[in-house]
Protein backbone atom coordinates (compact mmCIF):
# COMPACT_ATOMS: atom_id res chain seq x y z
CA UNK A 1 0.00 0.00 0.00
CA UNK A 2 2.54 2.46 1.02
CA UNK A 3 5.52 1.44 -1.63
CA UNK A 4 3.73 3.47 -4.41
CA UNK A 5 3.76 6.54 -2.25
CA UNK A 6 7.37 6.07 -0.94
CA UNK A 7 8.14 6.21 -4.97
CA UNK A 8 6.58 9.39 -5.43
CA UNK A 9 7.80 11.12 -2.20
CA UNK A 10 10.93 10.40 -3.77
CA UNK A 11 10.17 11.12 -7.09
CA UNK A 12 9.23 14.88 -5.80
CA UNK A 13 11.03 15.03 -2.85
CA UNK A 14 13.01 18.65 -3.73
CA UNK A 15 9.77 19.97 -4.27
CA UNK A 16 8.62 20.43 -0.67
CA UNK A 17 12.30 21.93 0.29
CA UNK A 18 12.26 24.24 -2.69
CA UNK A 19 9.18 25.80 -1.91
CA UNK A 20 9.76 26.00 1.81
CA UNK A 21 13.30 28.10 0.44
CA UNK A 22 11.64 30.37 -1.63
CA UNK A 23 9.13 31.42 0.79
CA UNK A 24 11.74 31.75 3.00
CA UNK A 25 9.99 30.11 5.57
CA UNK A 26 12.36 26.98 5.99
CA UNK A 27 12.71 28.15 10.10
CA UNK A 28 8.61 29.04 10.28
CA UNK A 29 7.14 25.71 10.22
CA UNK A 30 6.15 24.29 13.23
CA UNK A 31 7.74 20.93 13.89
CA UNK A 32 7.61 19.34 17.59
CA UNK A 33 8.69 16.40 16.93
CA UNK A 34 12.17 17.72 16.49
CA UNK A 35 12.13 20.61 18.70
CA UNK A 36 10.61 19.78 21.93
CA UNK A 37 10.60 22.13 24.73
CA UNK A 38 13.61 21.84 27.20
CA UNK A 39 12.28 19.38 29.81
CA UNK A 40 9.41 17.34 28.12
CA UNK A 41 9.99 14.09 27.34
CA UNK A 42 8.61 13.07 24.30
CA UNK A 43 7.46 9.34 24.17
CA UNK A 44 10.67 6.89 22.91
CA UNK A 45 10.25 5.33 19.59
CA UNK A 46 12.38 4.76 16.30
CA UNK A 47 14.67 7.15 14.32
CA UNK A 48 12.89 7.62 10.68
CA UNK A 49 14.90 9.14 7.57
CA UNK A 50 14.99 12.54 7.18
CA UNK A 51 11.96 14.19 5.56
CA UNK A 52 10.61 10.55 5.30
CA UNK A 53 10.90 10.01 8.83
CA UNK A 54 9.32 6.11 9.67
CA UNK A 55 6.82 5.90 6.41
CA UNK A 56 9.58 3.50 4.51
CA UNK A 57 9.57 0.88 7.31
CA UNK A 58 5.82 0.53 7.89
CA UNK A 59 4.16 -1.74 6.06
CA UNK A 60 0.42 -2.17 4.25
CA UNK A 61 -0.94 -3.04 8.42
CA UNK A 62 -0.48 -0.51 10.13
CA UNK A 63 -2.00 -2.21 13.25
CA UNK A 64 0.31 -4.66 13.47
CA UNK A 65 3.52 -2.55 12.66
CA UNK A 66 2.48 -0.56 15.45
CA UNK A 67 2.10 -3.73 17.80
CA UNK A 68 5.61 -5.22 16.86
CA UNK A 69 7.16 -1.78 17.41
CA UNK A 70 4.95 -1.95 21.16
CA UNK A 71 6.79 -5.00 21.85
CA UNK A 72 10.42 -2.73 21.88
CA UNK A 73 9.68 0.25 22.72
CA UNK A 74 6.97 -0.09 25.15
CA UNK A 75 2.84 0.91 25.51
CA UNK A 76 3.42 4.76 24.28
CA UNK A 77 5.76 5.37 21.39
CA UNK A 78 6.66 8.31 19.04
CA UNK A 79 7.15 7.90 15.21
CA UNK A 80 6.94 10.26 12.29
CA UNK A 81 5.44 9.61 8.97
CA UNK A 82 6.66 12.29 6.50
CA UNK A 83 5.96 16.09 8.09
CA UNK A 84 3.45 14.23 10.91
CA UNK A 85 4.48 13.50 14.64
CA UNK A 86 2.47 10.46 15.23
CA UNK A 87 1.97 8.79 19.18
CA UNK A 88 0.66 5.06 19.43
CA UNK A 89 -1.06 3.92 22.51
CA UNK A 90 -1.40 0.51 23.17
CA UNK A 91 -1.75 0.23 26.92
CA UNK A 92 -5.87 -0.07 28.58
CA UNK A 93 -3.93 2.33 31.13
CA UNK A 94 -2.78 4.92 29.56
CA UNK A 95 -5.89 4.77 26.68
CA UNK A 96 -7.91 5.66 30.04
CA UNK A 97 -5.78 8.52 30.64
CA UNK A 98 -6.32 9.92 27.25
CA UNK A 99 -10.32 8.88 26.60
CA UNK A 100 -11.30 10.00 30.18
CA UNK A 101 -8.68 11.90 32.53
CA UNK A 102 -8.04 13.94 29.70
CA UNK A 103 -10.96 13.54 27.26
CA UNK A 104 -11.76 17.42 26.59
CA UNK A 105 -7.80 17.73 25.61
CA UNK A 106 -8.43 14.47 22.89
CA UNK A 107 -11.29 15.62 22.07
CA UNK A 108 -10.74 17.13 18.82
CA UNK A 109 -10.10 15.19 15.15
CA UNK A 110 -7.07 15.98 12.90
CA UNK A 111 -8.81 15.15 9.20
CA UNK A 112 -6.99 14.00 6.53
CA UNK A 113 -7.51 15.70 2.93
CA UNK A 114 -10.34 13.41 1.84
CA UNK A 115 -12.25 13.85 4.84
CA UNK A 116 -11.96 17.46 5.16
CA UNK A 117 -13.47 17.15 1.81
CA UNK A 118 -16.49 15.37 2.38
CA UNK A 119 -17.04 16.52 6.09
CA UNK A 120 -17.61 20.44 3.90
CA UNK A 121 -14.39 20.89 5.85
CA UNK A 122 -14.95 19.31 9.53
CA UNK A 123 -18.38 20.57 10.12
CA UNK A 124 -20.23 16.69 10.81
CA UNK A 125 -19.77 14.90 14.00
CA UNK A 126 -17.19 12.85 13.27
CA UNK A 127 -14.20 15.44 12.42
CA UNK A 128 -16.38 18.85 14.11
CA UNK A 129 -13.92 20.63 16.79
CA UNK A 130 -15.10 19.75 19.98
CA UNK A 131 -17.77 22.61 20.98
CA UNK A 132 -21.70 24.06 20.85
CA UNK A 133 -21.49 23.00 17.14
CA UNK A 134 -20.10 19.50 17.53
CA UNK A 135 -22.60 18.77 20.56
CA UNK A 136 -25.78 20.00 19.27
CA UNK A 137 -25.06 18.01 16.14
CA UNK A 138 -24.77 14.90 17.88
CA UNK A 139 -27.77 15.22 20.38
CA UNK A 140 -29.70 16.07 17.13
CA UNK A 141 -28.16 12.46 15.85
CA UNK A 142 -28.75 10.50 18.98
CA UNK A 143 -32.18 11.75 19.71
CA UNK A 144 -33.33 11.52 16.06
CA UNK A 145 -32.23 8.58 14.81
CA UNK A 146 -30.46 6.58 17.78
CA UNK A 147 -33.14 6.43 20.24
CA UNK A 148 -35.08 3.68 21.31
CA UNK A 149 -38.33 5.28 20.18
CA UNK A 150 -36.64 6.48 16.12
CA UNK A 151 -35.00 2.76 15.90
CA UNK A 152 -38.43 1.01 16.39
CA UNK A 153 -40.02 3.85 13.93
CA UNK A 154 -37.48 2.55 11.88
CA UNK A 155 -37.73 -1.09 11.74
CA UNK A 156 -40.73 -1.53 9.02
CA UNK A 157 -37.59 0.02 6.43
CA UNK A 158 -34.69 -2.34 8.00
CA UNK A 159 -37.36 -5.19 7.73
CA UNK A 160 -37.84 -4.88 4.33
CA UNK A 161 -34.34 -4.93 3.50
CA UNK A 162 -33.73 -8.00 5.35
CA UNK A 163 -36.70 -9.56 3.64
CA UNK A 164 -35.54 -8.62 0.05
CA UNK A 165 -31.75 -9.65 1.01
CA UNK A 166 -33.58 -13.49 2.25
CA UNK A 167 -36.03 -13.93 -1.12
CA UNK A 168 -32.79 -12.30 -3.70
CA UNK A 169 -30.21 -14.98 -1.61
CA UNK A 170 -32.52 -18.19 -2.11
CA UNK A 171 -33.58 -17.19 -5.56
CA UNK A 172 -30.66 -15.82 -6.66
CA UNK A 173 -29.04 -19.67 -5.99
CA UNK A 174 -29.48 -19.71 -2.39
CA UNK A 175 -32.45 -22.31 -3.53
CA UNK A 176 -29.70 -24.36 -4.97
CA UNK A 177 -26.72 -24.12 -3.75
CA UNK A 178 -25.19 -21.23 -5.33
CA UNK A 179 -22.07 -19.22 -4.08
CA UNK A 180 -22.50 -15.50 -2.27
CA UNK A 181 -20.34 -13.39 -2.04
CA UNK A 182 -20.97 -13.00 1.44
CA UNK A 183 -19.84 -9.08 2.50
CA UNK A 184 -21.41 -7.42 -0.82
CA UNK A 185 -24.66 -9.29 -0.07
CA UNK A 186 -24.04 -7.45 3.72
CA UNK A 187 -23.18 -3.91 2.16
CA UNK A 188 -26.20 -4.01 -0.26
CA UNK A 189 -28.46 -5.04 2.99
CA UNK A 190 -27.10 -2.52 5.18
CA UNK A 191 -26.88 0.24 2.65
CA UNK A 192 -30.61 -0.21 1.52
CA UNK A 193 -31.34 -0.23 5.60
CA UNK A 194 -29.46 3.21 5.40
CA UNK A 195 -30.87 4.97 3.00
CA UNK A 196 -34.59 3.27 3.57
CA UNK A 197 -33.67 5.23 7.20
CA UNK A 198 -32.81 8.38 5.18
CA UNK A 199 -35.28 9.02 2.95
CA UNK A 200 -37.71 5.80 3.30
CA UNK A 201 -40.96 8.31 4.29
CA UNK A 202 -40.26 10.48 1.28
CA UNK A 203 -39.84 8.16 -1.76
CA UNK A 204 -41.81 5.23 -2.51
CA UNK A 205 -45.28 6.44 -1.60
CA UNK A 206 -47.08 6.07 -4.75
CA UNK A 207 -47.16 8.27 -7.79
CA UNK A 208 -44.48 7.02 -9.62
CA UNK A 209 -41.66 7.11 -6.56
CA UNK A 210 -40.85 3.29 -6.20
CA UNK A 211 -39.05 3.89 -9.65
CA UNK A 212 -37.49 7.22 -8.30
CA UNK A 213 -36.75 5.45 -5.15
CA UNK A 214 -34.93 2.51 -7.07
CA UNK A 215 -33.02 4.30 -9.49
CA UNK A 216 -31.61 7.03 -6.34
CA UNK A 217 -31.12 4.26 -4.41
CA UNK A 218 -29.01 2.21 -6.84
CA UNK A 219 -26.60 5.25 -7.17
CA UNK A 220 -26.37 5.87 -3.28
CA UNK A 221 -25.09 1.99 -3.36
CA UNK A 222 -22.83 2.82 -6.19
CA UNK A 223 -21.95 6.56 -5.04
CA UNK A 224 -21.16 5.24 -1.42
CA UNK A 225 -19.33 2.37 -2.29
CA UNK A 226 -16.73 4.41 -4.25
CA UNK A 227 -16.79 7.60 -1.55
CA UNK A 228 -15.15 4.71 0.98
CA UNK A 229 -12.61 3.63 -1.68
CA UNK A 230 -11.31 6.69 -2.07
CA UNK A 231 -11.42 7.61 1.23
CA UNK A 232 -9.07 4.71 2.47
CA UNK A 233 -6.43 5.69 -0.59
CA UNK A 234 -3.23 6.64 1.03
CA UNK A 235 -2.07 10.57 0.02
CA UNK A 236 0.92 12.06 -0.21
CA UNK A 237 -0.77 15.57 0.89
CA UNK A 238 -1.64 13.87 4.39
CA UNK A 239 1.92 13.00 5.44
CA UNK A 240 3.18 16.38 3.83
CA UNK A 241 0.96 19.00 4.31
CA UNK A 242 3.33 21.57 1.97
CA UNK A 243 2.63 19.41 -0.97
CA UNK A 244 -1.13 19.41 -0.19
CA UNK A 245 -2.15 22.34 -2.58
CA UNK A 246 -0.63 19.96 -5.85
CA UNK A 247 -2.70 16.91 -4.81
CA UNK A 248 -0.03 15.39 -7.04
CA UNK A 249 -2.44 12.00 -6.58
CA UNK A 250 -5.35 13.55 -7.36
CA UNK A 251 -7.06 12.31 -4.31
CA UNK A 252 -8.78 15.71 -3.31
CA UNK A 253 -10.17 16.35 -6.92
CA UNK A 254 -11.89 12.64 -7.07
CA UNK A 255 -13.18 12.82 -3.37
CA UNK A 256 -14.73 16.47 -4.44
CA UNK A 257 -16.09 14.45 -7.72
CA UNK A 258 -17.56 11.51 -5.75
CA UNK A 259 -18.90 13.49 -2.63
CA UNK A 260 -20.72 16.17 -5.37
CA UNK A 261 -22.25 13.13 -6.69
CA UNK A 262 -23.88 11.77 -3.01
CA UNK A 263 -24.16 15.35 -2.54
CA UNK A 264 -26.32 15.50 -5.96
CA UNK A 265 -28.59 12.59 -3.95
CA UNK A 266 -28.70 14.38 -0.64
CA UNK A 267 -30.31 17.43 -2.35
CA UNK A 268 -32.22 15.87 -4.60
CA UNK A 269 -34.48 14.25 -1.78
CA UNK A 270 -34.12 16.73 0.60
CA UNK A 271 -35.92 19.52 -1.64
CA UNK A 272 -38.04 16.18 -2.36
CA UNK A 273 -38.92 16.09 1.28
CA UNK A 274 -39.62 19.39 1.71
CA UNK A 275 -41.68 19.74 -0.90
CA UNK A 276 -43.60 17.19 0.80
CA UNK A 277 -43.59 18.79 4.32
CA UNK A 278 -45.56 21.55 2.79
CA UNK A 279 -47.58 19.95 0.84
CA UNK A 280 -48.60 17.56 2.96
CA UNK A 281 -49.08 18.18 6.44
CA UNK A 282 -47.44 15.65 8.65
CA UNK A 283 -49.78 13.59 10.82
CA UNK A 284 -48.81 10.22 13.19
CA UNK A 285 -50.66 8.35 10.15
CA UNK A 286 -48.49 9.44 7.39
CA UNK A 287 -46.22 6.70 5.52
CA UNK A 288 -47.51 4.17 7.38
CA UNK A 289 -45.96 5.47 10.68
CA UNK A 290 -42.73 5.87 9.49
CA UNK A 291 -41.37 9.44 9.59
CA UNK A 292 -37.85 8.85 7.99
CA UNK A 293 -34.27 10.67 9.41
CA UNK A 294 -34.84 13.43 6.86
CA UNK A 295 -38.23 14.35 8.51
CA UNK A 296 -37.00 14.60 11.78
CA UNK A 297 -34.20 16.41 11.16
CA UNK A 298 -35.88 19.10 8.95
CA UNK A 299 -38.61 19.44 11.19
CA UNK A 300 -35.98 19.92 13.86
CA UNK A 301 -35.74 22.95 16.49
CA UNK A 302 -32.89 23.26 19.18
CA UNK A 303 -35.46 23.68 22.50
CA UNK A 304 -32.46 26.32 23.84
CA UNK A 305 -32.42 28.51 20.90
CA UNK A 306 -35.16 27.55 18.57
CA UNK A 307 -32.34 27.22 15.81
CA UNK A 308 -32.81 24.86 12.84
CA UNK A 309 -29.52 22.72 11.68
CA UNK A 310 -27.87 24.07 8.18
CA UNK A 311 -28.81 21.89 4.88
CA UNK A 312 -24.97 21.78 5.00
CA UNK A 313 -24.86 20.08 8.59
CA UNK A 314 -27.77 17.68 7.33
CA UNK A 315 -25.56 16.65 4.09
CA UNK A 316 -22.00 16.63 6.87
CA UNK A 317 -24.87 14.41 9.21
CA UNK A 318 -25.89 11.74 5.93
CA UNK A 319 -22.05 11.30 4.37
CA UNK A 320 -21.51 10.71 8.53
CA UNK A 321 -23.84 7.70 8.49
CA UNK A 322 -22.88 6.70 5.13
CA UNK A 323 -19.07 6.80 6.21
CA UNK A 324 -19.27 5.14 9.50
CA UNK A 325 -22.20 2.70 9.14
CA UNK A 326 -22.17 0.95 5.67
CA UNK A 327 -18.44 -1.03 5.71
CA UNK A 328 -18.21 -0.75 9.29
CA UNK A 329 -21.51 -2.91 9.67
CA UNK A 330 -21.00 -5.40 6.68
CA UNK A 331 -17.56 -5.85 7.28
CA UNK A 332 -18.40 -7.14 11.12
CA UNK A 333 -20.80 -9.34 9.54
CA UNK A 334 -18.26 -10.96 7.28
CA UNK A 335 -15.55 -11.41 9.61
CA UNK A 336 -17.79 -12.86 12.01
CA UNK A 337 -19.08 -15.50 9.08
CA UNK A 338 -15.49 -16.01 8.31
CA UNK A 339 -14.93 -16.95 12.14
CA UNK A 340 -18.11 -19.44 11.87
CA UNK A 341 -17.58 -20.98 8.93
CA UNK A 342 -13.81 -22.17 10.54
CA UNK A 343 -15.59 -23.08 13.96
CA UNK A 344 -18.57 -25.30 12.40
CA UNK A 345 -19.25 -26.32 16.69
CA UNK A 346 -19.94 -22.45 17.30
CA UNK A 347 -21.77 -22.21 14.23
CA UNK A 348 -24.20 -25.02 15.32
CA UNK A 349 -24.32 -23.48 19.05
CA UNK A 350 -25.45 -20.66 17.18
CA UNK A 351 -28.16 -22.18 15.00
CA UNK A 352 -29.56 -23.98 17.86
CA UNK A 353 -29.96 -20.75 19.81
CA UNK A 354 -31.81 -18.97 16.74
CA UNK A 355 -34.03 -22.06 16.52
CA UNK A 356 -35.03 -22.52 19.61
CA UNK A 357 -35.69 -18.37 20.27
CA UNK A 358 -37.35 -18.10 17.00
CA UNK A 359 -38.89 -21.04 15.94
CA UNK A 360 -38.66 -23.61 12.62
CA UNK A 361 -41.47 -21.64 11.23
CA UNK A 362 -40.74 -18.32 11.67
CA UNK A 363 -38.32 -15.04 10.92
CA UNK A 364 -36.04 -13.44 12.79
CA UNK A 365 -37.21 -10.03 13.93
CA UNK A 366 -35.67 -7.19 15.53
CA UNK A 367 -37.43 -8.26 18.89
CA UNK A 368 -35.37 -11.49 18.81
CA UNK A 369 -32.14 -9.78 19.80
CA UNK A 370 -32.60 -9.28 23.23
CA UNK A 371 -32.82 -13.60 23.27
CA UNK A 372 -29.71 -14.38 21.91
CA UNK A 373 -26.92 -14.41 24.24
CA UNK A 374 -24.70 -16.49 22.66
CA UNK A 375 -25.14 -14.49 19.06
CA UNK A 376 -24.44 -11.69 21.05
CA UNK A 377 -21.23 -13.29 22.13
CA UNK A 378 -20.08 -14.01 18.82
CA UNK A 379 -20.49 -10.51 17.66
CA UNK A 380 -18.65 -8.95 20.70
CA UNK A 381 -15.68 -11.76 19.88
CA UNK A 382 -15.48 -10.71 16.47
CA UNK A 383 -15.13 -7.42 16.85
CA UNK A 384 -12.55 -8.08 19.98
CA UNK A 385 -10.36 -9.74 17.10
CA UNK A 386 -11.60 -7.85 13.89
CA UNK A 387 -12.18 -4.20 15.22
CA UNK A 388 -13.66 -2.45 12.20
CA UNK A 389 -11.14 0.87 13.18
CA UNK A 390 -8.50 -1.10 14.76
CA UNK A 391 -6.72 2.24 15.38
CA UNK A 392 -9.56 4.51 15.89
CA UNK A 393 -9.57 7.43 14.48
CA UNK A 394 -7.16 9.71 15.72
CA UNK A 395 -7.23 12.24 18.30
CA UNK A 396 -5.34 15.30 18.27
CA UNK A 397 -4.93 17.32 21.54
CA UNK A 398 -5.63 21.26 21.59
CA UNK A 399 -2.66 21.55 24.01
CA UNK A 400 0.48 20.26 25.18
CA UNK A 401 0.02 17.13 27.46
CA UNK A 402 1.24 14.71 29.74
CA UNK A 403 0.20 10.71 29.31
CA UNK A 404 2.28 8.16 31.00
CA UNK A 405 5.03 10.58 31.98
CA UNK A 406 5.92 11.87 28.81
CA UNK A 407 4.90 14.90 26.93
CA UNK A 408 2.80 14.84 23.55
CA UNK A 409 2.93 18.48 22.38
CA UNK A 410 -0.49 19.86 20.62
CA UNK A 411 -1.41 18.40 16.91
CA UNK A 412 0.05 15.67 17.40
CA UNK A 413 -1.85 12.22 15.91
CA UNK A 414 -2.44 9.92 18.71
CA UNK A 415 -3.73 6.51 18.19
CA UNK A 416 -5.52 3.91 20.43
CA UNK A 417 -4.11 0.96 18.76
CA UNK A 418 -7.54 -1.31 20.28
CA UNK A 419 -6.39 -4.21 17.84
CA UNK A 420 -3.13 -4.43 20.35
CA UNK A 421 -5.23 -4.50 23.45
CA UNK A 422 -7.77 -7.00 22.47
CA UNK A 423 -4.98 -9.32 22.07
CA UNK A 424 -3.23 -8.49 25.12
CA UNK A 425 -2.55 -11.91 27.12
CA UNK A 426 -2.84 -9.74 30.30
CA UNK A 427 -6.80 -9.48 30.05
CA UNK A 428 -7.41 -12.21 27.49
CA UNK A 429 -6.69 -15.88 27.98
CA UNK A 430 -5.45 -17.47 24.60
CA UNK A 431 -6.22 -14.18 23.58
CA UNK A 432 -5.82 -14.79 19.44
CA UNK A 433 -7.90 -17.84 19.48
CA UNK A 434 -11.62 -17.29 18.78
CA UNK A 435 -13.97 -18.07 21.94
CA UNK A 436 -17.46 -16.19 22.06
CA UNK A 437 -17.79 -18.57 25.68
CA UNK A 438 -15.31 -15.86 27.11
CA UNK A 439 -18.29 -13.35 26.88
CA UNK A 440 -20.73 -15.69 28.43
CA UNK A 441 -18.04 -17.30 31.91
CA UNK A 442 -20.11 -16.40 34.90
CA UNK A 443 -17.24 -17.13 37.11
CA UNK A 444 -14.21 -15.07 34.94
CA UNK A 445 -12.18 -13.34 37.16
CA UNK A 446 -11.66 -10.23 34.28
CA UNK A 447 -15.49 -10.33 34.21
CA UNK A 448 -15.78 -10.26 30.48
CA UNK A 449 -19.59 -11.57 30.69
CA UNK A 450 -19.78 -8.01 32.07
CA UNK A 451 -18.18 -6.27 28.61
CA UNK A 452 -20.19 -4.16 26.19
CA UNK A 453 -19.60 -1.26 23.72
CA UNK A 454 -19.72 2.01 25.85
CA UNK A 455 -16.25 2.32 26.39
CA UNK A 456 -15.96 1.56 30.11
CA UNK A 457 -13.75 -1.41 29.90
CA UNK A 458 -10.30 0.32 28.37
CA UNK A 459 -9.24 -3.32 27.06
CA UNK A 460 -12.27 -3.21 24.73
CA UNK A 461 -12.91 -0.44 22.76
CA UNK A 462 -14.05 -1.51 19.61
CA UNK A 463 -16.29 1.56 19.55
CA UNK A 464 -13.76 4.04 20.89
CA UNK A 465 -14.74 5.55 24.71
CA UNK A 466 -15.60 9.24 26.44
CA UNK A 467 -16.91 12.08 24.27
CA UNK A 468 -15.88 10.50 20.86
CA UNK A 469 -17.50 7.56 20.85
CA UNK A 470 -18.90 6.14 17.94
CA UNK A 471 -22.22 7.86 18.01
CA UNK A 472 -24.00 5.43 15.55
CA UNK A 473 -23.35 2.71 18.05
CA UNK A 474 -27.10 1.32 18.99
CA UNK A 475 -27.95 1.29 15.27
CA UNK A 476 -24.62 -0.36 14.16
CA UNK A 477 -25.24 -3.02 16.86
CA UNK A 478 -28.81 -3.46 15.82
CA UNK A 479 -28.44 -4.13 12.17
CA UNK A 480 -25.44 -6.48 12.53
CA UNK A 481 -27.10 -8.72 14.47
CA UNK A 482 -30.02 -8.37 12.72
CA UNK A 483 -28.64 -9.15 9.37
CA UNK A 484 -26.07 -12.11 10.94
CA UNK A 485 -29.03 -13.89 12.76
CA UNK A 486 -31.09 -13.99 9.75
CA UNK A 487 -28.14 -15.11 7.65
CA UNK A 488 -27.52 -18.19 10.17
CA UNK A 489 -31.42 -19.06 10.72
CA UNK A 490 -32.37 -19.00 7.29
CA UNK A 491 -29.49 -20.56 5.40
CA UNK A 492 -26.73 -22.97 6.23
CA UNK A 493 -23.61 -22.49 4.78
CA UNK A 494 -20.51 -24.02 3.53
CA UNK A 495 -17.07 -23.16 1.48
CA UNK A 496 -16.79 -24.41 -1.80
CA UNK A 497 -15.20 -27.38 -2.74
CA UNK A 498 -11.66 -27.01 -2.45
CA UNK A 499 -11.85 -23.68 -1.14
CA UNK A 500 -9.61 -23.52 2.35
CA UNK A 501 -11.08 -20.53 4.68
CA UNK A 502 -8.13 -17.50 6.03
CA UNK A 503 -8.45 -14.76 8.15
CA UNK A 504 -6.15 -12.75 6.31
CA UNK A 505 -6.45 -8.84 7.18
CA UNK A 506 -6.00 -5.53 5.07
CA UNK A 507 -5.93 -2.53 6.94
CA UNK A 508 -7.41 0.95 5.53
CA UNK A 509 -11.03 2.89 6.12
CA UNK A 510 -12.01 -0.43 8.03
CA UNK A 511 -10.06 -3.81 8.55
CA UNK A 512 -11.10 -5.73 5.68
CA UNK A 513 -10.32 -9.82 4.74
CA UNK A 514 -7.55 -10.06 1.91
CA UNK A 515 -10.02 -12.35 0.32
CA UNK A 516 -13.81 -11.84 0.14
CA UNK A 517 -15.80 -14.62 1.66
CA UNK A 518 -17.19 -16.63 -0.43
CA UNK A 519 -19.60 -19.09 0.70
CA UNK A 520 -21.89 -21.86 -0.55
CA UNK A 521 -25.81 -21.17 0.90
CA UNK A 522 -28.55 -23.76 1.27
CA UNK A 523 -32.38 -23.28 2.79
CA UNK A 524 -31.83 -24.54 6.20
CA UNK A 525 -35.71 -23.89 7.11
CA UNK A 526 -38.67 -27.02 5.74
CA UNK A 527 -41.20 -23.84 5.30
CA UNK A 528 -39.79 -22.43 2.13
CA UNK A 529 -43.05 -19.81 1.54
CA UNK A 530 -40.12 -17.67 4.27
CA UNK A 531 -38.30 -17.19 1.77
CA UNK A 532 -40.58 -15.55 -0.53
Known sequence: MLLPLIILLASCILIPLTIRCLSGN????????????SGRLLPPGPRGLPILGYLPFIGPNLHQDFMNLALHYGPIFKLSLGRKLCV????????????????????????????????????????????????????????????????????????????????????????????????RVAFTTVIGMISGMFWGGTLGNGDGDDDVAKVVGGEFRSTASKLVEVLGRPNVSDFFPILARFDLQ??????????????????????????DMMNKPRSDDDHNGQQDFLHSLLEFKDQDTGNSITRQ?????????????????????????????????VKKIAQQELTRVIGPDSVMEESHIPNLPFLHAIVKETLRLHPVAPLLLPRCPTKGCHVGGHFIPE?????????????????WEDPTSFHPERFLNENDEQSTRSLDYLGGSFHYLPFGSGRRICAGLPLGERMVMYVLATLLHMFDWELPEGVVADTKEKFGVVLEKVNPLVLVSSPRLPNLSLYK
Open 26 to 37: LRAEKTPANAPD
Open 250 to 275: GVKKEMKRVSGGMEKIFDFVIDRCID
Open 313 to 345: QIKAMLMDIVIGGTDTSSTTIEWAMSELIQHPE
Open 88 to 183: IVSSPALAKQIVRDHDVTFANRNPNVAAGVFSYGGRDIAFSPYGAEWRLLRKIFVHKMQSKQSMDSFYPLRRKEVRKMVAELYNGGGGGGGEVDVG
Open 411 to 427: GTKVFLNVWAMHRDPEF
